[in-house]
Structure formats: structure tokens, C-alpha cells
């Protein structure tokens, strides 16, 4: 992979650029955005090498494009690049929703033949702009990938290494499942977040005490209702069928809890909040989700200076690489703890082992 282009040069354009720029070795970055403040700030980083504000020859020898838009201009990005780029060039998005993009690319896709993989980066923050973007994003994450039933092996085999070689982790899905999957995990949560804030807004009178004293839970449920709303209103509309259905499952569970509470269903209500707590306790903070076995465990220490150090050195003494390492302030352990991430089970077993012998408490293996 020599040259890379990059349409929209914001918080995830902005990320794959220093990511593809600082993991990859990629010297040959071309980005593409309406706004020129981000492309000269990157420039003048070196994290690009040459912008434009138009599409044209600048993406003829490129051998890869990421389309990092709102997802409403992603087809459309694709039709413009499609004149101008060669014929083994992969053309990739980071759009938060699939159907729509690939129906508005049917005909084409039908008609010509170019490599379009969609892709879908699980990672992101509620902050947008190029001014957020940063080059380890994307580690540890999920990256989902939907490609065409057509689209050559070696192809989808280049972008998985690519999304291997910025730290993040491929997963194929068709885009109707990625949509499903997505509309259940994402974009209804970041409804029900600015429902939830809409909600304290509307109820809370003059004196403001809701606004003072919404504490930890109300903020956690709702940090992502400060994300971006031309990003959640670009999702709402090119994930419709998805995003009601899932709506519509909410209500009837919002509808049958509302029911055993006026009714003061006491087994009903202690099992709706039990059966979350067991299926919650069993997300880790920090792995990233079922598709992939991680091997970490959860070290109790004394929050003082130079023990994550300590604790390092001791596991590379023993030839132990750590994939990940960091203190979790959560609920689930009220003081903060170590988390360490190995490589495989083996690294995993030992680490124990020699902890265990240092008298550290081990929570979880
Ligand atoms: N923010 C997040 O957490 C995540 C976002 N995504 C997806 O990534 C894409 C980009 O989102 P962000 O980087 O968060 O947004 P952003 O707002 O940080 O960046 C978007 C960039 O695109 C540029 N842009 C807007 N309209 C354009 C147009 N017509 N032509 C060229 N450039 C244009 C903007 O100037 C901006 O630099 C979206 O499709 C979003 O669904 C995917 C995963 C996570
Ligand atoms: O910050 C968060 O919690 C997010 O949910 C980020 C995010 C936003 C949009 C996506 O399509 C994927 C990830």
C-alpha cells in the first residue's frame, strides 16, 4: 500500500490518517475535506502530504481511499472518485450505517467494475473535528467490514491487514446484520441518551435542580447525547427499518415495566434489573466485546506511585509482552484496579502465577 486517500478529514478521516501515518508507515496521504482548516493544520503536521478541496486526479494513484463523510455524502463520494481512480484501488467508507450507502450504489456496483468494501470502524468518541482525531483510536476495537458477495479475497484480505496493521480487530458482517447489530448496541442507545436529556430539560422547573444535581449515573447513561447531531440525524435516516424495530422492542419493554411497577409486581421488577446486572456484569470494560477472546486479568493494588512500573517490569523480566495495560476506575471495583491484556492464555496463566506469589489479588482471570 504506497498511497492513501482520505475524504473528510474529521475525528475518524483525521484518526485513520495519524493511525495509517504513525503504525503503518504510510508516507503518501492525500485528504480531501469542504472545511481547509483541518487539511492545512494536518499538512502542517506532516501527517498528510497534500490536500485538495475538489475531487480529481489527485486520487488517480491511489491505492486505497477511506470516505470518512457524514454517511449521506458517502455514495456520493463514491460516484465522483469513481472517474478518477485505478482499477485495483479499494474504496472504503467509515459510515456508522450500511443498507443505505450500498442501495444507492447498486446500479453502479452492477454496472462497474471497482473494489467498494464497506467498513465500519466500532470505535469513535462524542467529540468530532480533525482536532480530536487521534492515532490509537482505533486499537483494540472491532472493525467491521461488509463486503459484496463479488468482492475479490485478496482485496478484502488487503483492507483486513490494514485494519490489523492500525490495532483494530476485522470482523466481517453482511451490511443488513451490521445494520441490525448496529441499531440495537448504538444508535438507539445514542436515542434514548438525548431522550433521557431531553426529558430532565422539559422536566426540571426554574430552580434548576435537576440540572444541579443529575450525579454519576445520569451523566454515564448520557455522555454520548453530546456526539454530534448532524452525525446521529445522517444515522437516523439511512437506518430507518432498523432503528424501529429496535424502538419498538424498547417500548414493549418500557411498556410491560411500566405495567409491574403501577402494579407493584415485586418479582417482575427485582428480575428486570437482576437479569440486566447478570447480563451487564458479563461486558468488560476494556476487551472489546464477544467476538474475539481476550486474555486479561484484574489486579487490586495500592493506588501509589510506580506500581503499574513495578508490575510491568516484573512480567518483562519473565518475557511476558503486555497487549494492554491501565487503571479502571468503575463501579464494579470501587477503588480502581490494574487491568493487564496478554497476548494469548499462556502469558495469562504466568502472570498469575507470579502475582499470585507476590500476594496480589487476582479478581478476574
Ligand atoms: N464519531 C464517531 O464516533 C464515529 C463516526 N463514524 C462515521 O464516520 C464518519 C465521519 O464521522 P466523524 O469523523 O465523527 O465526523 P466529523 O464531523 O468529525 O468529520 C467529518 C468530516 O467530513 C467533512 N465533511 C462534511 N461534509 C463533507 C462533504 N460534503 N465533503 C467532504 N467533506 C465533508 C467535515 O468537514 C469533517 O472534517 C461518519 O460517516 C460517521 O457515521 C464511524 C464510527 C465512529
Ligand atoms: O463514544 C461512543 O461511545 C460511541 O458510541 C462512538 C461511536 C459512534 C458512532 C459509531 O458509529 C461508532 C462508535
Known amino acids: 500500500m504506497n498511497k492513501v486517500g482520505i475524504i473528510g478529514l474529521g475525528l475518524i478521516g483525521g484518526s485513520l490518517a495519524k ?10 496521504i492525500i485528504a480531501m ?3 481547509s482548516n483541518a487539511l492545512e493544520k494536518a499538512l502542517n503536521e506532516g501527517i498528510i502530504n497534500d ?3 475538489s475531487i480529481d486526479e489527485h486520487f488517480s494513484d491511489c491505492d486505497i481511499i477511506f470516505i470518512c463523510t457524514p454517511v449521506k455524502q458517502i455514495s456520493s463520494y463514491v460516484k465522483k472518485l469513481l472517474p478518477f481512480i485505478k ?4 474504496l472504503t467508507d467509515v459510515g456508522s450505517t450500511k443498507s443505505a450507502i450500498l442501495n444507492e450504489l447498486n446500479v453502479i456496483l452492477d454496472s462497474t467494475n471497482f473494489h467498494f468494501i464497506g467498513g465500519h470502524p466500532m470505535t469513535g468518541s462524542e467529540k468530532a473535528g480533525y482536532s480530536a482525531s487521534r492515532g490509537h483510536l482505533f486499537e483494540n476495537a472491532y472493525y467491521i467490514l461488509t463486503p459484496q458477495p463479488s ?3 485478496e482485496k478484502i484480505d488487503q483492507l483486513k491487514s490494514i485494519v ?7 470482523v466481517i458482517l453482511s451490511p443488513q446484520y451490521h445494520d441490525l447489530v448496529t ?3 448504538s444508535h438507539v442507545p445514542h436515542v434514548l441518551a438525548a431522550a433521557l436529556v431531553n426529558m430532565v430539560k422539559a422536566l426540571d422547573s426554574t430552580d434548576k435542580y435537576m440540572h444541579k444535581l443529575a450525579a454519576g449515573g445520569f451523566k454515564d447513561i448520557t455522555r454520548i447525547a453530546s456526539s454530534s447531531p448532524e452525525m446521529w440525524h445522517n444515522i437516523c435516516m439511512t437506518n430507518q427499518k432498523e432503528i424501529l424495530y429496535v424502538i419498538d422492542y424498547l417500548i414493549e419493554i418500557l411498556t410491560r415495566f411500566s405495567s409491574a411497577v403501577r402494579n407493584k409486581e415485586d418479582d417482575y421488577i427485582w428480575n428486570f434489573f437482576n437479569s440486566a446486572k447478570q447480563y451487564r456484569d458479563t461486558f468488560s470494560s476494556r476487551s472489546p466485546g464477544p467476538f474475539m477472546k481476550t486474555y486479561e486479568i484484574i489486579v487490586d493494588v495500592v493506588d501509589e506511585p510506580g506500581i503499574i512500573a513495578s508490575i510491568a517490569t516484573l512480567l518483562s523480566k519473565h518475557g511476558i509482552n503486555i497487549k494492554n495495560i491501565g487503571i479502571i476506575n468503575s463501579r464494579e471495583y470501587e477503588n480502581g484496579v490494574l487491568q493487564i491484556v496478554f497476548d494469548d492464555e499462556k ?3 504466568k502472570s498469575v502465577k507470579l502475582l499470585e506469589e507476590m500476594n496480589y489479588v487476582i479478581y478476574k482471570k
Not at 493511525?19 to 503518501?28: G, H, M, T, V
Open 164 to 170: 490489523v496493521s492500525i490495532g483494530a480487530i476485522p
Open 19 to 28: 493511525a495509517l501515518k504513525q503504525k503503518c508507515n504510510i508516507n503518501d
Open 183 to 185: 441499531a440495537s448496541i
Open 33 to 35: 475535506d469542504v472545511e
Open 51 to 53: 490536500f485538495t478541496t
Open 347 to 349: 502469558s495469562q496463566e
Open 151 to 153: 468482492t475479490p479475497k
Open 87 to 90: 482499477d485495483d484501488c479499494i
